[in-house]
């Protein structure tokens, strides 16, 4: 009894306990209740106006500042990103341009909507970028200041322990940009890099690295449409496609080309690796693609000179081509076609094998050249003459503008050109005349190192006035004269071949059975002897052929020998194309290129060719013809307003230009009136717009920036890039392509990139590591511009 009265007791006790713990636990799941549901209202305001130290405060700075470090520029998401419709990630960075300047817009929202999104915000939080360093877009979406406010006030929940680790993220953040900023100050200063500021009234305002304004003839106040055009002008900024359309692409003509490689990897590059020098025999002249050793010894023939045809790397080049001992500014044009410098091109065996025929001497710190050459040993303005006298229909600088000079030498005829309004394409192989291309560049004349091999010559058909051949070495009249037949496919309709060797004017049997083979061939191919003549003063003679206007000769000969090309065969395809020993049909309707001689220059230069017509598309979308006109006007206002005036450049040091993408040759249009010359390189995957520029009088070539430029270092005084960077990297890593762009610009020369600005970004990143100087940097609307230059530095 005494038990059970007592376990009912503690009974009694122990159903008292548990309802008092009950009533405990209910007020406290209550005040729990309160608390959490007061939470949820109050946390995000807080986040979006009381804590003012923190990313997540949308921050204007003021509007008229503009800064261009490095990596802060990133671009805004295109169309495609639309269908995502992702908010922004934590610790994301962007720049929006206005209209005078680039404003500074820091997002971070940790309202994310998925666990996959919060994975990418963190990921981004630790490299702090909307973009890879390759400028990748990551599909994010940068949310307006009205969006974000929106998302404040639908009271969504944050998890306390995500806005404490974005709080470290970004104090993290905060650190690394300020050391972003310390690092670009410092090499500012130690590089003198000069950035450019817009003031108020759209003026653009000098700075030197602290700060303060720069006086002089640096930089002159230019407004921002001139610098950036807006309106009509930056349609012309933004292409249509029409590769398929109007223009085929010459990848696309030229059946024969190697798959391209599609690269596109998110991975970065190491920007901040250790530069090396090259170690190549070839030393300060290395050009990768033409001093290949190893592939050269895999050869298994050299007959046609295919050890001096192109053979590039795999894996195009990342190291440093060094500067020669003592190298120095080149003298300026015109006295740069006389004398060099020695040590810029410190070559003596050509000087000594070629002496005796006036090509060029050594004479204290000077390489001179007094202007003459195997076949115008007294110079070649009289030779040039002489051609003339011979054939007054040549007409230098009015029917005859665009010349190409085969195995050119020094290119003395092409230099001595100049003075008769003639421009000219020389070249000729890297071989045993050592350095000859490297001493035409570095005189200031236009040259190329290529060879008459087994390859078709990066030219389109039908494009140039005259060909000419002094003692160039090429045996025209072998193998069925398919080097010969080469020169056909290149020369225009109605055009001139002018031929000085030996054959024309030596009596002893080998001169005259080759002379007698020539005049086989050149008949069977329905060349015109126009002239023959001997020059008294050089003792020398030349033969001037022409080739025929139309395809009558062709249909009336007894034999097919050389044979008509099959239809199929593109003449304009001319990148890594085989030769062919055959003859294109020439153009018999009126309104197709080449049919029609253009006029004379220089009204050929801003008359839009005759087979352009309103059915075709333009590059930018407009109709050929208004296309061609308005690219014309808007490089007429980028280089005046901008180019001449507005970048501190002084145009007196600089004679070799190259336009790395080149669409109708605006470019080098606009620059008609200074002294110098301009390249126009079409990519091969971009519109195979070359035909257009050689009609204007202009030149250039066919060139893939996926491999090393056909020239030797130091070769160019400016190259210019618009949009290049942002096409070619769809194909290829962007490294190489301004690793090649350092080898080929002199020290001092001048880099202007127009791109996207993550582009830019990117570049200036680069550009920096190899103590470029960054002259100027400007961004507008997602499109920035970029001028910087080269220095001295090599690294040890």
């Given at each position: 009894?005494?038990?059970g009265?007592s376990?009912?007791?503690?009974?009694?006790?122990?159903s008292?306990?548990?309802s008092?713990t009950?009533?405990?636990?209910?007020?406290?799941?209550?005040?729990?209740?309160?608390?959490m549901?007061?939470s949820s209202?109050?946390?995000p305001a807080?986040?979006?106006?009381?804590?003012?130290?923190?990313?997540?405060?949308?921050?204007v700075?003021?509007?008229t500042?503009?800064e261009?470090?490095?990596?802060d520029?990133?671009?805004?998401?295109?169309g495609?990103?639309?269908d995502n419709n992702?908010?922004?990630e934590?610790?994301s960075?962007?720049k929006?341009?206005s209209?005078?300047?680039?404003?500074?817009?820091?997002v971070?929202?940790s309202?994310?909507?998925?666990?996959?999104?919060?994975d990418?915000?963190?990921?981004?939080?630790?490299?702090?970028?909307?973009?890879?360093?390759?400028?990748?877009?990551?599909?994010e979406t940068?949310?307006e200041?009205?969006?974000l406010?929106q998302?404040?006030?639908?009271?969504?929940k944050?998890?306390?322990?995500?806005?404490?680790?974005d709080?470290k993220?970004?104090?993290e953040?905060?650190?690394?940009?300020?050391?972003i900023?310390?690092d670009?100050?410092?090499?500012?200063?130690?590089?003198?890099t000069?950035?450019?500021k817009?003031?108020?009234?759209?003026?653009?305002?000098?700075?030197?690295?602290?700060?303060?304004?720069e006086?002089?003839?640096?930089f002159r106040a230019t407004g921002?449409?001139?610098?950036?055009?807006?309106?009509?002008?930056s349609?012309l900024?933004?292409?249509?496609?029409?590769?398929?359309?109007t223009?085929?692409?010459?990848?696309?003509?030229?059946?024969?080309?190697?798959?391209?490689?599609?690269?596109?990897?998110?991975?970065?590059?190491?920007?901040?690796s250790?530069?090396?020098?090259?170690?190549?025999t070839?030393?300060?002249?290395y050009?990768?693609?033409?001093?290949?050793?190893?592939a050269?010894?895999?050869?298994h023939?050299?007959?046609?000179?295919?050890?001096r045809?192109?053979?590039?790397?795999d894996?195009?080049?990342?190291c440093?081509?060094?500067?020669?001992n003592?190298?120095?500014?080149?003298?300026?044009w015109?006295?740069?076609?006389?004398?060099?410098?020695?040590?810029?091109?410190p070559?003596?065996?050509?000087?000594?094998?070629?002496g005796?025929q006036?090509?060029v001497?050594?004479?204290g710190?000077?390489?001179?050249?007094?202007?003459?050459?195997?076949?115008?040993?007294?110079?070649?303005?009289?030779?040039?003459?002489?051609?003339q006298?011979?054939?007054?229909?040549?007409?230098?600088?009015k029917?005859?503008?665009?010349?190409?000079?085969v195995g050119?030498g020094?290119?003395?005829?092409?230099g001595?050109?100049?003075e008769?309004?003639?421009l000219?394409?020389?070249?000729a192989?890297?071989?045993e005349?050592?350095?000859?291309?490297?001493?035409a560049l570095?005189r200031g004349?236009?040259?190329?190192?290529?060879?008459?091999?087994?390859?078709?010559?990066?030219?389109?058909?039908?494009v140039?006035?005259?060909?000419h051949c002094?003692?160039?070495?090429v045996?025209?009249h072998?193998?069925?004269?398919?080097?010969?037949?080469?020169?056909?496919?290149?020369?225009?309709?109605?055009?001139?071949?002018?031929?000085?060797?030996?054959?024309i004017?030596?009596?002893?049997?080998e001169?005259?059975?080759?002379?007698q083979?020539?005049?086989?061939i050149?008949?069977?191919?329905?060349?015109a002897m126009v002239?023959?003549?001997?020059?008294?003063l050089?003792q020398?003679?030349?033969?001037?052929?022409?080739?025929?206007?139309?395809?009558?000769?062709?249909?009336?000969?007894?034999?097919?020998?050389?044979p008509?090309?099959?239809?199929?065969?593109?003449?304009?395809?001319?990148?890594?194309?085989?030769?062919?020993a055959?003859?294109?049909?020439?153009?018999?309707?009126l309104?197709?290129?080449?049919n029609?001689?253009?006029?004379q220059w220089?009204?050929?230069?801003e008359?839009?060719?005759?087979?352009?017509?309103?059915?075709?598309?333009?590059v930018?979308?407009?109709?050929?013809?208004e296309?061609?006109v308005s690219?014309?006007?808007?490089?007429?206002r980028?280089?005046?307003?901008?180019?001449?005036?507005?970048?501190g450049?002084?145009?007196?040091?600089v004679?070799?230009?190259?336009?790395?993408r080149s669409?109708?040759?605006g470019f080098?249009?606009?620059?008609?009136e200074?002294?110098?010359?301009?390249?126009?390189?079409v990519?091969?995957?971009s519109?195979?717009?070359?035909p257009?520029?050689?009609?204007?009088?202009?030149?250039?070539m066919y060139?893939d920036w996926?491999?090393?430029f056909?020239t030797?270092?130091?070769s160019?005084?400016?190259l210019?890039?618009?949009?290049l960077?942002?096409?070619t990297?769809?194909?290829c890593?962007?490294?190489?392509?301004?690793v090649?762009?350092?080898?080929?610009?002199r020290?001092?020369?001048k880099?202007i990139?127009?791109?996207h600005?993550d582009?830019?970004?990117?570049?200036?990143?680069?550009?920096?590591?190899?103590?470029?100087?960054?002259?100027?940097?400007?961004?507008?609307d997602?499109?920035?511009?970029?001028?910087?230059?080269?220095t001295?530095?090599?690294?040890?």
């Amino acid at each position: 009894m005494p038990f059970g009265a007592s376990s009912r007791m503690d009974g009694r006790r122990a159903s008292s306990y548990c309802s008092t713990t009950t009533i405990i636990t209910f007020v406290a799941l209550g005040l729990i209740a309160v608390w959490m549901i007061t939470s949820s209202t109050v946390v995000p305001a807080a986040i979006s106006d009381a804590q003012p130290d923190t990313n997540e405060k949308v921050s204007v700075p003021d509007p008229t500042s503009f800064e261009s470090r490095s990596g802060d520029m990133i671009e805004e998401s295109n169309g495609d990103d639309k269908d995502n419709n992702v908010q922004n990630e934590s610790n994301s960075f962007t720049k929006k341009a206005s209209e005078t300047s680039l404003e500074n817009v820091e997002v971070e929202s940790s309202l994310n909507k998925s666990q996959d999104n919060k994975d990418e915000s963190e990921d981004d939080s630790k490299t702090g970028s909307f973009s890879d360093i390759n400028g990748e877009e990551t599909g994010e979406t940068i949310p307006e200041v009205g969006d974000l406010d929106q998302d404040t006030k639908t009271g969504d929940k944050v998890d306390p322990k995500e806005d404490e680790n974005d709080e470290k993220a970004n104090e993290e953040k905060k650190l690394s940009q300020d050391e972003i900023s310390d690092d670009d100050k410092t090499q500012g200063e130690k590089h003198g890099t000069i950035e450019e500021k817009l003031d108020p009234e759209g003026g653009n305002i000098a700075q030197d690295s602290d700060g303060s304004k720069e006086g002089g003839d640096q930089f002159r106040a230019t407004g921002s449409n001139e610098v950036f055009p807006s309106g009509v002008q930056s349609e012309l900024l933004n292409e249509t496609n029409t590769q398929d359309g109007t223009w085929s692409t010459q990848a696309a003509e030229s059946k024969n080309e190697n798959e391209m490689q599609n690269v596109s990897s998110s991975k970065e590059e190491n920007l901040d690796s250790t530069w090396k020098i090259c170690q190549v025999t070839a030393g300060i002249d290395y050009i990768p693609c033409l001093d290949n050793e190893a592939a050269i010894k895999l050869l298994h023939l050299t007959g046609h000179y295919e050890h001096r045809e192109r053979h590039c790397p795999d894996e195009p080049p990342t190291c440093l081509v060094p500067l020669p001992n003592g190298y120095r500014p080149p003298i300026r044009w015109p006295l740069s076609r006389e004398k060099i410098w020695y040590n810029n091109a410190p070559h003596a065996k050509l000087a000594e094998v070629k002496g005796h025929q006036n090509w060029v001497k050594v004479s204290g710190e000077y390489t001179e050249f007094p202007g003459g050459g195997t076949q115008f040993i007294h110079g070649a303005l009289h030779y040039i003459d002489f051609i003339q006298e011979s054939l007054p229909d040549i007409a230098w600088g009015k029917r005859s503008r665009v010349v190409l000079d085969v195995g050119c030498g020094v290119a003395s005829f092409g230099g001595y050109l100049f003075e008769r309004d003639v421009l000219t394409m020389s070249f000729a192989p890297k071989d045993e005349h050592e350095a000859q291309v490297q001493f035409a560049l570095e005189r200031g004349i236009p040259a190329i190192s290529a060879v008459m091999g087994t390859k078709r010559l990066p030219f389109p058909s039908k494009v140039y006035d005259v060909i000419h051949c002094a003692r160039c070495r090429v045996p025209w009249h072998r193998e069925g004269g398919m080097l010969l037949l080469e020169l056909n496919r290149l020369l225009r309709p109605g055009g001139y071949f002018v031929w000085s060797a030996t054959p024309i004017y030596r009596t002893d049997p080998e001169n005259v059975e080759i002379w007698q083979a020539m005049t086989a061939i050149t008949k069977s191919m329905c060349w015109a002897m126009v002239s023959k003549t001997n020059d008294t003063l050089n003792q020398v003679g030349l033969a001037i052929y022409k080739k025929p206007s139309d395809n009558k000769c062709y249909e009336q000969r007894k034999e097919d020998n050389p044979p008509l090309c099959q239809s199929s065969d593109d003449p304009d395809a001319a990148w890594n194309i085989t030769l062919q020993a055959c003859m294109h049909r020439l153009p018999v309707d009126l309104t197709s290129r080449g049919n029609q001689w253009p006029v004379q220059w220089p009204l050929r230069l801003e008359k839009v060719p005759y087979w352009l017509n309103n059915s075709q598309l333009g590059v930018y979308g407009k109709p050929a013809p208004e296309d061609f006109v308005s690219d014309y006007e808007h490089w007429k206002r980028v280089v005046s307003k901008s180019y001449v005036s507005g970048m501190g450049i002084n145009w007196s040091t600089v004679r070799n230009v190259m336009d790395m993408r080149s669409v109708y040759g605006g470019f080098a249009a606009a620059l008609r009136e200074m002294k110098i010359w301009v390249m126009n390189v079409v990519s091969i995957d971009s519109p195979d717009t070359l035909p257009i520029i050689y009609e204007r009088g202009l030149f250039g070539m066919y060139h893939d920036w996926c491999e090393s430029f056909s020239t030797y270092p130091r070769s160019y005084d400016l190259l210019h890039a618009d949009h290049l960077f942002s096409k070619t990297k769809k194909r290829c890593q962007l490294l190489p392509i301004l690793v090649e762009v350092d080898r080929i610009v002199r020290p001092e020369g001048k880099l202007i990139v127009r791109d996207h600005v993550d582009i830019i970004s990117e570049l200036e990143n680069t550009l920096k590591s190899l103590h470029w100087e960054i002259r100027l940097a400007y961004s507008k609307d997602n499109e920035g511009l970029l001028c910087a230059q080269k220095t001295m530095w090599r690294p040890n």
